[in-house]
């Protein structure tokens, strides 16, 4: 656990990951994720208010990535072979948008080519994604890295009675090749501690 100044009071938090999934089915053409439209193995975030357990705390990053049905590596050689795998891919970043609102207010909006890892040029068998890069905090603008995923600095804060979405489109309808893969929305956050806690490191 550690303390940080928030609205000039140190406040306890500690960090948590929260991820949604979205199950890809030939022909789909978006997504609502953190939305808890999946089954609860798929995902890891409150249902309530807002997807924070004490429903306050600061969004740090975000990123995407894709798996194979039943969270195996997704496998380019496989579902119609090399290229058709890549392709498919390929078409879900390129084609992709995440918005996030706030509010009923867009607060970002990025294309899934900066969430998700571009198809190697080399693909055989399965491969590893990458992470986001390490936070740091004092910009006022969206941080970008050579790694996929961007983060916010400053994060964004979510209070209690406020609510944050993310709606994820496509240009271009899923593709067979990604037909009951897993493409997983992963976010890094804060999340504020109960008041009551007793100990807390600095």
């Not at 072979?81 to 890549?86: E, S």
């Not at 961007?150 to 979510?158: A, C, E, G, K, R």
Request: hydrophobic letters at 40%; one cysteine or more.
């Amino acid at each position: 656990m550690r303390v940080q100044m928030i609205n000039k009071k140190p406040t306890p938090f500690y960090n948590s990951t929260k991820w949604s999934t979205w199950v890809m089915a030939t022909g789909d053409t978006g997504f609502t994720p953190f939305q808890g439209l999946e089954a609860a193995a798929l995902r890891n975030y409150n249902i309530g208010q807002n997807i924070f357990t004490q429903n306050a705390g600061r969004i740090l990053a975000i990123k995407a990535e894709i798996f194979g049905a039943s969270w195996a590596k997704f496998m380019y050689n496989e579902a119609g072979g090399l290229t058709a795998g890549a392709n498919a891919v390929e078409s879900l970043r390129n084609s992709g948008l995440i918005t996030i609102t706030q509010n009923s207010k867009t607060v970002h909006e990025d294309s899934l080519n900066n969430l998700i890892q571009r198809t190697p040029d080399f693909a055989i068998g399965a491969v590893e994604m990458v992470g986001i890069a390490n936070y740091a905090d004092g910009s006022q603008e969206v941080k970008r890295s050579n790694k996929n995923g961007f983060y916010f600095t400053p994060p964004l804060i979510v209070t209690p009675g406020t609510n944050v979405s993310f709606n994820v489109s496509t240009k271009a309808a899923i593709l067979a090749a990604l037909n009951t893969a897993y493409c997983r929305f992963q976010l890094a956050t804060e999340e504020i501690a109960p008041d009551t806690l007793s100990e807390v490191r600095s």
